[in-house]
């Protein structure tokens, strides 16, 4: 079985700076797909980034990328020129390729609190 | 835009009572979960469901049951509420189909509903 682990419980950032949050997985297989998911306050959670695991190109989002790095098996957030609105607690998300039989089922990390001071 | 609704925010029952927590979904979705969410353990999955009445257990399905008798809502249920229910529980839906399509690899959340057990 898979396992994603997020090793920051809690992190903070100055409003216009950069932070990285990190995320490893554990998996056997090739082919998978990682994504970034934020959950505001509203606890409405929302997509932030996903990634193809057979892409070497590391996926952007506006202010949002990350850094693949499949042999070492991480999959880390880098959030450029912050901003207030971006706080929320963010997870990493695993999803195996095996679409047929996987029903598309998501495995989480823990979580990382991200806070933003002005 | 896709919606998922969870017919309450904040939920409060007593030990041994009946749950039901219900989700609407309104894109057509084939796929819908139930997650729970507790500090420091991420979201885990409960059950999902690929298709009206079929269901398949997730990673913690004990103490709880589904139901899908229509293809747009997705019912978790409690047969019997502990206090180790007490969480937030979210539920999600997705497309169902081939994964090379990026897009059928998201799953959309509703706000979440709070369960205190007492």
């Known amino acids: 079985a898979q396992t994603v682990t997020q090793s920051q419980p809690e992190m903070s950032v100055q409003e216009a700076e950069t932070v990285t949050l990190s995320c490893t997985y554990d998996t056997s297989e090739s082919d998978y797909y990682l994504f970034w998911y934020k959950q505001p306050p509203s606890r409405q959670m929302i997509l932030v980034i996903r990634q193809e695991a057979y892409k070497q190109q590391n996926a952007t989002e506006n202010r949002f990328s990350v850094n693949f790095q499949k042999a070492a098996k991480s999959f880390s957030l880098k959030i450029s020129d912050s901003q207030l609105g971006d706080a929320a607690m963010y997870f990493c998300a695993y999803r195996t390729y095996a679409g047929g039989t996987s029903y598309g089922k998501l495995t989480f990390g823990q979580g990382t609190i991200l806070t933003v001071h002005p | 835009d896709v919606k998922v609704t969870q017919s309450s925010r904040y939920l409060v029952k007593r030990t041994g009572e009946k749950v039901f927590l219900e989700c609407v979904q309104d894109?057509?979705?084939?796929?819908m979960f139930w997650y729970r969410q507790d500090p420091g353990l991420g979201l885990r999955l409960i059950y999902f469901?690929?298709?009206?009445?079929?269901?398949e257990k997730g990673d913690i399905p004990e103490g709880y049951s589904v139901s899908r008798e229509k293809k747009e809502r997705f019912s978790l249920i409690l047969e019997s509420a502990s206090t180790n229910q007490t969480s937030m529980y979210l539920c999600a839906s997705s497309l169902s189909g081939t994964v090379l399509s990026l897009a059928k690899n998201i799953q959309y959340f509703g706000a979440g509903t709070r369960l205190s057990v007492l």
């Open positions: 469901s690929y298709d009206v009445k079929m269901k």
């Open positions: 894109m057509d979705h084939e796929n």
